[in-house]
């Protein structure tokens, strides 16, 4: 009875949403996520291939949403912008939805990372 | 920025060309690139009039030389001729004074012609007996070949390939696209049906705004890890050049300017690493004979798979 409860705690803990301070802390988070717990994609994936993967994966996420998040922290990875202010929420609910994901994976033996 | 500029030329290419819309993509890529490409593919599945149609729809001058085994430099680039009334030699300009040049069965010339072309690609003029001149601006040539002509041709050497920002493999359509071409082929179809959608000032000025997209220091290093990779790579016996990964990052400037952005993003430059460094890499003959490898595009595509983009 206590060890299940212990377990039940960990794996709460395990998926416990991460703290990220702006968008660009949450897609940090989410390539950790992606790197972890999505087993089969390669180093080299880039952004706009993990959002075709995870769609394609059925992952469930406000996708419009995701993609204008995307286009804004692009914009200040690679375009210099400044940091973009908001639109981390989506962005922290895929990368928990894909460690939620690996989590039943593991407990139920069956599901490879965000499928 | 203009992001309609892309479906503006797949508009006009597909009332002649089916099924073709990567290709004519990537032609329009090349072109803002400021580069020139060798379209391979066997006769008939619409190399000439896919370059005829982009000519056409892009405004510009177009040109083509048949090349074939007895062909002299000057049948391209021009030459001096006697004037029989000023009573003194002038210089005639050739096809290659144009500004977009198709060079049919490239493969077919004599070497000597081939490195005629050599300084026009990659200088944008023309010297003849000490006489240098410039070329018109934008300058592109597309290049042809067959890949199963074996006999009578002179395969172009590894310098000379490297100076085509991309190669395009030109396969043939699937049944279904096969069919609507066959259908349109019904009636009489050329390349009167494609409409100019570019003044010459417009373009101009969209190679002036492809120019100014910019691209961070990450993305540059990204870059010289890839080269770096292709040097290294063990199934490989020549990597890619720096002249390459140069034209590699134009592409990347196109693309994101294509797709509405003024900075380039790592996909930029992956969507078209095959077409830009496949042709330029040569295979390890060994790895070739133990069934390793058999496409350098193959070992392009696991480069990329494995190194790192900035994220």
Known sequence: MFAFLAIAIIATRRIRPPSVQDLSGAFQDLDRSITKFVPDMPAGYTWGEAVERLKGAGVKVDWSKMESSLAEYEAFRYGGRDVPRGGEDEVVRLSMKIRRRIVGYRNKGKSTGAD | MDTGIKERVLEQIRKVVVGRDREAE??????????????????GVSKTILAK?????????????????????????????????????????????????LADEINRAPPKVQSALLEAMQEG?????????????????????????????????ENQLDRFLMKITLPYPDSSTESKIIRRNLDEMDTGDVKEVFEPKELEGIL????????????????????????????LSLGASPRAMVHLIHCG?????????????????????????AHRLKLDQSAVLT??????????????TKVRPPR
């Open chain 2, 253 to 277: 400037r196109a693309n994101a300017y294509l797709a509405g952005r003024d900075f380039v993003i790592p996909e930029d430059i992956k969507s078209v690493s095959s077409y830009v460094l």
């Open chain 2, 125 to 157: 003029q023309v010297t003849v007996e000490g006489l240098t001149q410039k070329l018109p601006f934008p300058f592109m040539v597309i290049a042809t070949q067959n890949p199963q002509e074996f006999q009578g041709v002179y395969p172009l050497p």
């Open chain 2, 291 to 304: 069934g390793t490898v058999a496409d350098p595009s193959q070992v392009v595509q696991d480069i990329f």
């Open chain 2, 53 to 101: 149609s982009f000519a056409k729809c892009m405004g510009l001058e177009f040109k083509r030389v048949q090349f074939t085994p007895d062909m002299l430099p000057m049948d391209m680039v021009g030459g001096f001729v006697f004037n029989m009334k000023d009573r003194e030699f002038e210089f005639r300009q050739g096809p290659v004074f144009t500004n977009l040049l």
């Open chain 2, 26 to 43: 990537l032609l329009l890529v090349s072109f803002l690139s400021g580069g020139h490409v060798l379209l391979e593919g066997v006769p």
């Open chain 2, 208 to 235: 002036h705004q492809v120019e100014k997209v910019q691209v961070s220091d990450e993305v540059i290093d990204y870059l010289s890890t890839i080269a770096e990779e292709t040097r290294k790579e063990k199934r």
